[in-house]
């Protein structure tokens, strides 16, 4: 099966840097992904790694290392609208997402 | 271009009647996933299809869920009977299985059962 850990509340000022550590356990890896959601939305894409090292889109960024089973989201120049939940999800077989419990981000001026 | 597109949005029915949530993923994608969101337990698969055939279903909680996808175009979900703990929020989502990696969620179905 899969797990997943990750903080469940980040509070962070506007301007900032947040990191969102996940940590897994599977017994079938492809990759990790990050999801963001709004309160009252859908969750939407962030970022995919399959490989270790970091992946940079924008002020996001997203680091995997398979070996610590480790990955984490970095945002920076952080903004009200980054207020959200932010989920890391183990890619397995079949394009198969195992969902984290989520960190809540909250933004303050 | 159209994205996900879930019905109905918001759904109240009482504990016993049976309830049927709609997909229609985006064109040209060939998966198809019915996730389940609650603030217990989090987000869960419930099961996904690829080109139109069940291939893990083993998040389906009993019996009294159902799922269907007749065609590229359309899914169901089903719950008969429902139960006051079904209340969640339904999300269907598709993806392109040789594109890249990102699921695309639709806007989601709120379900509470009395």
Known sequence: GQSLEQPSEVTAVEGAIVQINCTYQTSGFYGLSW????????????SYNALDGLEET?????FLSRSDSYGYLLLQELQMKDSASYFCAVKGGGNKLTFGTGTQLKVEL | DAGVIQSPRHEVTEMGQEVTLRCKPISGHNSLFWYRQTMMRGLELLIYFNNNVPIDDSGM??????????????????????????????????????????????????????
């Open chain 1, 35 to 46: 999801y963001q959601q709004h309160d009252g939305g859908a969750p939407t894409f962030l």
């Open chain 2, 61 to 114: 909680p009993e019996d009294r869920f159902s799922a269907k996808m007749p065609n590229a175009s359309f899914s169901t979900l089903k719950i008969q009977p429902s139960e006051p703990r079904d209340s969640a929020v339904y999300f269907c989502a598709s993806s392109f299985d040789t594109g890249g990696d990102e699921q695309y969620f639709g806007p989601g179905t709120r379900l509470t059962v009395t």
């Open chain 1, 58 to 62: 924008g002020r996001f960024s997203s």
